[in-house]
C-alpha cells in the first residue's frame, strides 16, 4: 500500500543542493495562496480558518475534551475571531464552568458537560486526587480520562521513586455521549472540523465514528500517549477512509487527517 504519510519540512542536504543549483524550492500545501516559501507544511490551523472562510456560519466544528477553554487551547483563538457553528464537551465540572464562563455570549456555541464515549450511558473516570497533585511536577487537571493505566503510567514517569501509585487516583462516574449522538441532538449532519484531545483516548473516538455517515473534512488529535504500533494502525485506518494524515513532529505531539477528495493538492 503507497503511504501518503505526510512528514513536514525537506531533507536539509537534499534542500542545499538543489538551491546550490539556483533553484527555489516551495511546497504548495492546500492552495496557493497559503503556500510557505521554507518548503514547510502549512499550520493546521490557518487550514481550518481557510475553511471558516469559505463555508462561513455553515462551519460546523466539534471539540472533545475543551477543558477550560483557554489554557493551551487551539480552538479559542478562532470562536473569539468568527462566527460559526462549535459543540465543544468537557467532562470535569470545574474548568467546564470556566468554559461556560468563557463562551456565555456565543450563541452557537453549544458547551456539554459529559465524556465522549462508544455509548451514551456512564463510565468510570480517572484523575489525580487533588491534594496529591503537588506531588506530580508536571501533572495537573488536564491529566484525567478513562485510561487507568496511562494515567498510572504519567504518574510514574515523574516520580518513579513513588509506589502503589492506584492509591493516589481519584475514581468517578461520569456520564458519557457517543460522537453520533451528540451531532445528533444538534443536528449536525456534517462536520467540518474534529478537534480531540482525550489523553489516549484519542484513537478510540475515532473508530467510533461512522466516518462512512458524518466523515470530517479535519481531525485533528493527540497522539503522544499512542505507542508507535497504534499510531501507525490509526494512520492505516484513516487512510483506507479517504484520509491523508500530516504527523507533525513529538514536540507538536499532534496529527492531522485531511480528507483526500476535499484537499487534493496537499498530496504529492
Same mark, same amino acid.
Given at each position: 500500500m503507497t503511504r501518503n504519510y505526510l512528514f513536514m519540512g525537506l531533507k536539509h542536504n537534499l534542500k542545499d543542493a538543489i538551491e546550490r543549483l539556483g533553484?527555489?524550492? +516551495?511546497?504548495?500545501?492546500?492552495?496557493p $495562496? !497559503?503556500?510557505l516559501p521554507d518548503g514547510n507544511w502549512i499550520d493546521p490551523q490557518k487550514i481550518v480558518e481557510? $475553511?471558516? !472562510?469559505?463555508?462561513g456560519k455553515t462551519f460546523r466544528m466539534l471539540q472533545i475534551g475543551?477543558?477550560?477553554?483557554?489554557?493551551?487551547d487551539p480552538v479559542v483563538d478562532l470562536l473569539k475571531k468568527y462566527t460559526f457553528e462549535a459543540i465543544l464537551i468537557e467532562p470535569q465540572r470545574v474548568p467546564f464552568q470556566s468554559l461556560l464562563a468563557l463562551h456565555e455570549n456565543r450563541p452557537l456555541t453549544r458547551l456539554l458537560n459529559c465524556a465522549v464515549g462508544k455509548v451514551d450511558g456512564l463510565e468510570k473516570f480517572?484523575?489525580?486526587?487533588?491534594d496529591r497533585l503537588s506531588l506530580f511536577p508536571g501533572i495537573g487537571s488536564t491529566h484525567f480520562g478513562f485510561l487507568k493505566d496511562q494515567l498510572i503510567s504519567q504518574l510514574a514517569s515523574v516520580r518513579p521513586d513513588l509506589k502503589n501509585l492506584e492509591n493516589f487516583l481519584e475514581i468517578s462516574e461520569v456520564p458519557t455521549r457517543s460522537v453520533q449522538s451528540v451531532l445528533e441532538e444538534f443536528e449536525f449532519h456534517t462536520l467540518n472540523f474534529l478537534q480531540?484531545? +482525550? $489523553?489516549?483516548?484519542?484513537?478510540?473516538i475515532i473508530y467510533s465514528l461512522d466516518l462512512e455517515v458524518v466523515s470530517p473534512h479535519i481531525i485533528n488529535f493527540e497522539h503522544t500517549h499512542l505507542s508507535s504500533t497504534e499510531r501507525e +494502525?490509526?494512520?492505516?485506518? !484513516? $487512510?483506507?477512509k479517504g484520509f491523508s494524515v500530516v504527523f507533525h513532529g513529538n514536540s507538536s505531539g499532534d496529527s492531522t487527517a485531511y480528507m483526500r477528495q476535499i484537499f487534493s493538492k496537499l498530496l504529492p
Open positions: 533553484f527555489k524550492i +516551495t511546497r504548495p500545501g492546500l492552495y $495562496e !497559503l503556500s481557510y $475553511e471558516i !472562510l469559505k463555508y475543551s477543558n477550560d477553554g483557554s489554557s493551551s480517572y484523575s489525580v486526587k487533588p480531540i484531545d +482525550t $489523553e489516549g483516548y484519542d484513537a478510540e +494502525t490509526l494512520y492505516r485506518y !484513516l $487512510e483506507d
